[in-house]
Nanobody, 116 residues
Framework: QVQLQESGPGLVKPSQTLSLTCTVS????????SNWIRQPPGKGLEWMGR???????YYSPSLKSRTWISRDTSKNQFSLQLSSVTPEDTAVYYC??????????WGQGTQVTVSS
């Protein structure tokens, strides 16, 4: 089974761009898509977007205008960029692998706080 690890800054200033990377290691990766999901404090999980095995991207409608997901297959990494952040973007951010909408492998999550 693959292992996932998120990395990136834990503190981002308002109006800046949040950038996170997920590094994939371990077993053979046969998943359909690589996803980013977040959980604001006191709230439920929010799916942000995904990049499929063949490079297609899909985004949550509510975040589409600010979100960019990319990948570097040579490094077994995929990344998230969220622009124009506000304190409402403070959350634990997770990367996860999925087969369709079954999320089979998750990273441990990384806390990102948006504050000046």
């Amino acid at each position: 089974q693959v292992q996932l690890q998120e990395s990136g800054p834990g503190l981002v200033k308002p109006s800046q761009t949040l950038s996170l990377t997920c590094t994939v290691s371990g077993g053979s990766d046969t998943y359909y898509a690589s996803n980013w999901i977040r959980q604001p404090p006191g709230k439920g999980l929010e799916w942000m977007g995904r990049i499929t095995y063949d490079g297609r991207t899909y985004y949550s409608p509510s975040l589409k205008s600010r979100t960019w997901i990319s990948r570097d297959t040579s490094k077994n990494q995929f990344s998230l960029q969220l622009s124009s952040v506000t304190p409402e973007d403070t959350a634990v951010y997770y990367c996860a692998k999925s087969s369709s909408w079954y999320f089979g492998s998750w990273g441990q999550g990384t806390q990102v706080t948006v504050s000046s």
